[in-house]
């Protein structure tokens, strides 16, 4: 999910379904600068530049409440409140949420 493109960028991507539609969400966060962009879907969402290890993006898609988390080096994308990564089961197949309650 995360990767260094430049030693002073990283890029996180998460690829996920709500109502199944498939999306792909993106962060690109510059170290040097604090710029960050979030992309959904190729389109640019959301862009701004601060030089702090922490940022929050709330954002509602198809009625589904998501959620860009940032604390230092770790970057966290939340669904309904509930952690990316939890939503993959054991076997780790992601769990693609049907209703906007789960």
């Known amino acids: 999910m995360?990767?260094?493109?430049?030693?002073?960028?990283?890029k996180c991507q998460w690829t996920?379904?709500?109502?199944?539609?498939?999306?792909?969400?993106?962060?690109e966060f510059s170290i040097l600068s604090?710029?960050?962009k979030?992309?959904?879907?190729?389109r640019v969402l959301?862009?701004?530049?601060?030089?702090?290890?922490?940022?929050?993006y709330p954002f509602t898609l198809e009625g589904f409440a998501l959620n860009i988390l940032q604390q230092g080096n770790t970057f966290?994308?939340?669904?309904?409140?509930?952690?990316?990564?939890?939503?993959y089961n054991q076997?780790?197949?992601l769990f693609f949420p049907?209703?906007?309650n789960q």
């Not at 996920?16 to 962060?27: G, Q, S």
């Not at 966290?76 to 939503?87: A, C, G, Q, T, V």
């Open 2 to 10: 995360q990767k260094n493109y430049y030693r002073s960028k990283k």
């Open 34 to 36: 604090g710029k960050r």
């Open 16 to 27: 996920f379904k709500l109502d199944n539609n498939k999306h792909i969400l993106e962060l």
């Open 91 to 93: 076997s780790n197949q």
């Open 76 to 87: 966290e994308l939340r669904i309904n409140n509930k952690d990316f990564s939890h939503l």
């Open 38 to 42: 979030l992309i959904l879907d190729g």
């Open 46 to 56: 959301h862009e701004s530049m601060m030089l702090s290890s922490q940022f929050q």
């Open 98 to 100: 049907t209703s906007k």
